[in-house]
Nanobody, 126 residues
Framework: QLHLVESGGGLVQTGGSLRLSCAAS????????IGWFRQVPGKEREGLSC????????YYTDSVKGRFTISRDNAKNTVYLQMNSLEPEDTAVYHC???????????????????WGQGIQVTVSS
């Protein structure tokens, strides 16, 4: 059974950077897309970014565009989310998930994603 594990989170000051990793065990990330999401307690989960397996097509929601970069290393069976210029508003639990449809490049639909990782806390101090 596929199990995703996020790592690389932690506490960082405003303007700092973190790189999150999403690794797979019990399977591979050989799905049409991989997505990154985040959730703040009391709020709905927010789709941040996705990347297609076939052509590397990416998508970023407006709030992270220009600051976050998604990438994948198929040899390492890992997907990354490089997060720069972090702001206190980026504080959340970050999750990765596999997508059953290709990343469209203009929207990320949560219902197309499954096998959610447990999540990793990212805290940005002001």
């Amino acid at each position: 059974q596929l199990h995703l594990v996020e790592s690389g989170g932690g506490l960082v000051q405003t303007g700092g950077s973190l790189r999150l990793s999403c690794a797979a065990s019990g399977g591979t990330l050989d799905y049409p897309a991989i997505g990154w999401f985040r959730q703040v307690p009391g709020k709905e989960r927010e789709g941040l970014s996705c990347i297609s397996r076939s052509n590397g097509q990416t998508y970023y929601t407006d709030s992270v565009k220009g600051r976050f970069t998604i990438s994948r290393d198929n040899a390492k069976n890992t997907v990354y989310l490089q997060m720069n210029s972090l702001e206190p508003e980026d504080t959340a639990v970050y999750h990765c998930a596999v997508g059953y449809y290709y990343c469209s490049g203009y929207v990320i639909r949560e219902y197309e994603y499954d096998s959610w990782g447990q999540g990793i806390q990212v805290t940005v101090s002001s």
